[in-house]
């Protein structure tokens, strides 16, 4: 009878890291690598470039600081993050259309994302220009954080972001004492965004945050979803990711941060100031004028025809957030 | 008499016309599993039901101004014998709207979803919405052949003007949903608007063609 006996470098099942503390990836059959490290592999010669042309143009974002790491301190195992397939394909990006499924199409038509400069100026001691793949590197490349997600139009997913804290960010700007806000300003470019050429929103797309606000560190710059180079419906290839605040303060494909002494007026309080304001923080207990934000539909929860969760205050993030606004009036500072 | 409009005098094609549009949905939810419909099935549901009850109550209101207009068409003459059936499934659609919304709004417990649907009611947007649904549903009753008789022509008639009520209120209601005004409100309710205007300036031309005094002296 042969009875086997364990060698001493195996390990039980039991030491077995969870899968929850891997990287997220998503759960399709699409092969996903970055482009870049596809390019290393090769080399950056003619081989490489040729390689790199044959690529779906879906890669070609952001792709320095893949692949992520993860860091743990914000992977809530409670937290359940919605599809890939659900994230890419159900956004409010009026760019490139109002329709949910609009910028899926309309913003993979040749819209290029890559390269991509970025400006950062304003009431700060370094100015700079530079590319979007330099900034994450000086950045220290990627990591991944899970945070909630909840649009204006009550609706939640949770989203496994890829990118780097903006604090470092403003860090590197090192802004002047007169410095009291940041603006984030979304490409302008009409001829190759179709939405741009009609006057639905006050183009270009332009949010703000005050600088303490920026420096939380919560606050955070995304290039990538699930362990990939963001989508360009997603908004590549840097987007702003502010987890406490509706879905509308996160501006998409940013092409300039400003830092500026007085509080900026954004895109949607422009058009609309009494239903959208400035800060925008998650509430339940202040309603949009046209509908309630006391709940929310959780996308992609209870199967096909999904599931309703109370919204919480912040967004599931008042402890850490709360103390950014004592004392003021969030009725008025909606 | 045209072939068209011998199918359109047609129960069945007029049934087959108002059902099947609504059953749409199955296609980009089970059959081309299409990745945005799918994210929120219930609210793609939702809007499409809505959509419908908007298309066939702006239909069935323009089948009169079109009869007015076009008195020897036979298309309009045949559409106008099923005002009736129109406007009942207009009323089936927003019924139907408005269930999948009490479903969207369930949260699990029955309070819950009573407590959301009470705050939502409190906007005007959703409001407009249910005063249009009571409408049309006050004029579906009435519809039956025994009350349109017990009312007699005139009060029944008073009744269903409710119906361009009810059309401006879902104008409203549709805008009210959208972030950014929505251009389809003006391609579904623009033609009914034109209908109407043309039928009041034809009906006042012939009534100044006739005029009081000639009333008189008649």
């Not at chain 1, 899968?19 to 290393?40: A, G, Q």
């Not at chain 1, 139009?153 to 403003?170: H, R, Y």
């Not at chain 1, 006057?199 to 420096?215: H, S, T």
């Not at chain 1, 925008?280 to 509908?291: E, F, G, S």
Request: hydrophobic share 45%.
């Amino acid at each position: 009878m042969l009875i086997r006996s364990p060698k001493d470098w195996e390990l039980p099942e039991s030491a077995a890291t969870p899968e929850r503390d891997y990287l997220l990836r998503p759960r399709s059959s699409e092969p996903s690598f970055p482009r870049r490290d596809f390019l290393k592999a090769f080399g950056y010669g003619a081989a490489g470039f040729a390689a790199a042309a044959l690529l779906p143009r879906r890669l070609a974002a952001t792709t320095a600081g893949f692949p992520t790491r993860i860091n743990p301190a914000y992977r809530d195992p409670a937290l359940e993050p919605t599809a890939y397939e659900q994230i890419t394909s159900y956004n409010n990006f009026y760019e490139f259309g109002t329709d949910k499924a609009d910028p899926k199409v309309r913003a993979n038509r040749g819209w290029q994302t890559e390269p991509w400069t970025v400006e950062i100026g304003g009431l700060i001691r370094n100015p700079l220009k530079l590319d979007a793949n330099d900034l994450v590197s000086k950045m220290g490349g990627c990591e991944q954080r899970v945070y909630r997600f909840r649009c204006v139009e009550a609706w939640s997913m949770v989203i496994p972001w890829d990118g780097f804290p903006l604090a470092k960010l403003v860090k590197l700007a090192d802004p002047k004492p007169e410095a009291k806000f940041v603006t984030f300003t979304t490409v302008h470019d009409p001829r190759n965004i179709p939405g741009q050429r009609s006057g639905i929103l006050d183009w270009p797309y332009v949010e703000g945050l005050r600088l303490d606000e920026a420096n939380h560190e919560l606050a955070f710059i995304a290039t990538g979803i699930y362990g990939r180079p963001i989508p360009n419906q997603n908004g590549a290839p840097l987007r702003l990711v502010v987890p406490w605040k509706y879905g509308f303060k996160c501006g998409k494909s940013l092409v300039k941060i400003d830092f500026v002494a007085r509080q900026p007026r954004n895109t949607w309080q422009i058009m609309a100031p009494d239903e959208y304001g400035f800060y925008a923080n998650v509430n339940p207990n202040v309603d949009h004028p046209r509908w309630s934000q006391a709940s929310e539909r959780v996308i992609g929860a209870g199967g096909l025809f999904g599931g309703r969760q109370r919204t919480l205050m912040f967004n599931g993030y008042e402890k850490q957030v709360a103390g950014l606004y004592q004392g003021m009036d969030l009725k008025r500072n909606y | 008499m045209s072939f068209v409009s011998k199918v359109l005098r047609s129960k069945p094609v007029i049934w087959t016309l108002i059902v099947l549009p609504g059953l749409w949905p199955a296609w980009p939810l089970f059959v081309t599993m299409d990745d945005t419909a799918r994210t929120d099935p219930l609210k793609f549901i939702l809007l499409h039901f809505g959509l419908m009850g908007c298309l066939l109550l702006v239909s069935v209101l323009s089948l009169t101004p079109l009869r007015v207009l076009a008195p020897k068409w036979d298309v309009a003459l045949a559409l106008n014998r099923h005002r009736r059936l129109i406007g009942v499934a207009a009323f089936a659609y927003a019924l139907l709207h408005f269930s999948v919304q009490v479903l969207y709004q369930y949260d699990g417990t029955l309070a819950g979803t009573l407590d959301q649907l009470g705050r939502e009611l409190q906007k005007p947007f959703q409001l407009t919405g249910l005063v249009a649904l009571v409408i049309l549903l006050v004029l579906a009753i009435t519809s039956l052949h025994a009350l349109v008789r017990r009312l007699g022509g005139r009060t029944w008639k008073r009744i269903h003007r409710l119906a361009y009520v009810a059309a401006a209120l879902v104008a409203y209601h549709q805008v009210s949903a959208h972030k950014v005004f929505p251009i389809q409100v003006l391609w579904i309710f623009g033609p009914l608007v034109v209908l109407e205007l043309a039928r009041m300036w034809k009906s006042r031309t012939k009534v100044s063609e006739i005029g009081p005094d000639d009333t008189k002296s008649l």
